[in-house]
């Protein structure tokens, strides 16, 4: 007994000291003394997992803690709320800090833990209201004050702000006090209140950068660019060296866009701090924004001879001599990264992109091979051969790979492709027959309807594969790619031109920026003119020609320049009379590379108006 009444002395003295930072520090300080009081009150047998607690049996039978206890002192329900916070229980916690403040009403301690507590429970009121009795009952606590503060800060409530922050003179209390309300200064926009409590700042804390920082940005803010750097200078005579300064000054820089300014700050810092990743880094940046590519380059190889396990940085050297058309630096840069660690993936991926882009297609396949099945890049390693494969005409090999990645990474696109390819190896049936066994009679079946079009389009079965496009429309009657092939099927035809034109209408209503789409409005235009010119409408044809030459140039615009496009062109200057136009088309047509599934007359086209208009051919295309 003597150890309770004794424990019961000694809290009580610690919650009734005069002074309310002692309380404070009282309750703290008797944590341990009534942890021992409340082990010895309950019996070491109701302490949770304690070994050997209660003798022979205590494990059989365990008595659950009691955790409310109305006769224990306020400082036994801190140590539960304490504890309850500590394992993230923030309303158990919020209501022992309640009971130790019925306690010790006047504990400016227990509500401003109490505030704190309801501010993690997203209570903002009950974190105001107790913070203001924190601060009522103990207004000399700095604590409590900054904490009431923030959240005047949030509910705008400005007045109550310099209430708790500011002396009856109106200065700052201290210097947390002073960036607090520096900080507010600035969210208001009020630069004079800011620069007065930043220098303020400054004179509180000599020795630390908050006020040098707060008053570059309030000139910052300005615009006053020279200002914020003068500010900064002058803080590195007081903190020589400082990390921090400098980037601040490079920050200043950058805000001005005097890329060249925050070039020379950077090399600046790098005087004292050498190789630092992350200044070099930023050097590089800047520099590649200051199109100084060589610069980039050079500050890149100091990266990476730095660091040469640093992966990014080797990448992006390899990508800026790749597009400087150092390509055999790039790549021989890759290749001795693998030679030294096979194991890159990433790196390995890269140099296939380098290699296929210098034409070295087996050199490329041969990167893409070194990513092994369990990384998880295989699979796009394996679509960039399969496109090689392509590209080399080697479409059976194409075929193999990518039914070897259906089985990998199932895919209705590589569905789509695996037909495709064996259509071009001349399975039109077994193409089909793997489109028609994805039909599941879901608004999927859109898809592989239009796929099953377009190869029947393109075996020139073409009733057929418009009937295919029409199926599309049933399921989704605005599909724009399905509107535009049948539009532009009836027009290549010179049929039904009305209902074409209507058609292409539609899909341009769903996608009014696309070039080919564009081009089948111009190509319905121009046969509707050759329907009116053979009928002796010269007036009508002709108008109709100028509807399709605008919308056919608004095509080649939207397409960066096309083949189809411009040799759709040139038919209609030719059937608008003016045949040296036409020509000047075909042979643009020529340069941008003749598909020659779609255009099987263009080159009898041009030879024959070369010939009646005496032009020669341009030096180097072949005869």
Not at 428 to 437: I, K, M, R, T
Not at 466 to 485: C, T
Not at 567 to 589: C, F, K, P, W
Request: aromatic residues 6%; negative net charge.
């Amino acid at each position: 007994m003597q150890l309770r009444a004794d424990a019961r002395n000694e809290t009580a003295g610690s919650l009734r000291a005069s002074g309310r930072t002692a309380r404070a520090a009282g309750l703290r300080s008797a944590l341990t003394v009534v942890l021992v009081v409340s082990l010895a009150l309950v019996g070491c047998a109701s302490w949770p997992g304690l070994p050997g607690a209660g003798g022979a049996g205590a494990s059989a039978r365990r008595v659950p803690l009691r955790i409310e206890r109305s006769r224990m002192p306020a400082d036994y329900d801190v140590l539960v709320g304490e504890l309850a916070q500590a394992r993230g229980d923030f309303e158990a916690a919020r209501a022992a800090y309640e009971r130790a403040a019925q306690k010790d009403p006047d504990s400016g301690f227990l509500h401003d833990r109490l505030a704190r507590l309801a501010w993690q429970l997203d209570d903002v009121e009950g974190a105001l209201r107790e913070a203001e009795l924190a601060f009522a009952l103990d207004p000399e606590s700095r604590r409590s004050r900054l904490f009431l503060g923030r959240l005047y800060r949030l509910r705008r409530d400005f007045e109550g702000l310099d209430r708790v922050l500011r002396d009856e003179a109106g200065a700052p209390l201290d210097a947390d006090s002073a960036h607090a309300l520096y900080q507010v200064a600035m969210e208001r926009g009020d630069l004079e209140e800011a620069e007065a409590l930043a220098k303020r700042l400054a004179e509180l804390e000599p020795d630390q950068l908050r006020g040098i920082l707060a008053l570059a940005s309030v000139h910052e803010q300005r615009r006053d660019w020279d200002a914020a750097i003068a500010v900064v200078r002058k803080g590195l005579e007081s903190f020589p060296d400082h990390f921090l300064l400098f980037m601040r000054l490079a920050q200043i820089e950058r805000a001005r866009s005097d890329r060249a300014g925050e070039i020379a700050i950077y090399r600046e810092l790098l005087e004292s701090h050498p190789n630092h990743y992350g200044i070099l880094d930023r050097l590089g940046q800047a520099q590649l924004e200051a199109e100084d590519v060589d610069g980039a380059i050079e500050t890149y190889q100091r990266i990476v001879e730095a660091y040469p396990d640093e992966l990014n940085a080797l990448r992006r050297l390899a990508q800026l001599e790749f597009s400087e058309g150092r390509y055999a630096d790039a790549a021989r840069r890759l290749e001795a990264v693998l030679a030294r660690d096979p194991d890159q993936p990433q790196v390995a991926f890269a140099l296939g992109q380098i290699l296929n882009a210098t034409g070295d297609t087996p050199g490329a396949i041969a990167a893409y091979e070194r990513i092994g099945p369990d990384d998880p890049g295989h699979a796009d390693a394996r679509l960039q051969i399969v496109g090689l494969l392509e590209a080399e005409g080697r479409l059976e090999e194409a075929l193999a790979e990518t039914e070897r990645l259906r089985a990998l990474r199932p895919h209705r696109q590589l569905d789509f492709h695996a037909a495709a390819l064996r259509v071009q190896l001349g399975d039109f049936d077994g193409g089909v027959a793997l489109l028609e066994s994805l039909l599941d009679g879901s608004d999927a079946d859109a898809e592989v309807f239009f796929q099953l079009g377009a190869h029947y389009g393109t075996a020139g079965r073409h009733d057929e594969a418009i009937r295919w496009m029409q199926r599309v429309l049933e399921i989704a009657p605005d599909d724009a790619n399905a509107l535009n092939y049948i539009g532009y099927s009836w027009a290549d035809r010179g049929e039904r031109l009305a209902e074409a034109e209507s058609m292409i209408r539609r899909a341009l209503e769903v996608s009014p920026d696309d070039g080919f789409i564009t081009d089948s409005l111009g190509w319905v235009f121009y046969r509707q003119a050759e329907q009116a010119m053979s009928a002796s409408r010269r007036d009508e044809a002709m108008g109709l020609l100028e509807q399709a030459r605008e919308a056919l140039v608004r095509a080649a615009e939207l397409t960066g320049g096309d083949p189809v496009v411009a040799e759709h062109l040139g038919d209609v200057m030719r059937l608008s009379g003016d045949e040296s136009a036409a020509l000047d088309y075909y042979e643009e047509a020529v340069e941008l590379g003749v598909r020659e599934s779609e255009q099987p007359d263009l080159l009898d086209k041009l030879e024959a108006l070369r010939r009646k208009l005496g032009r020669t051919p341009p030096a180097g295309e072949e005869s």
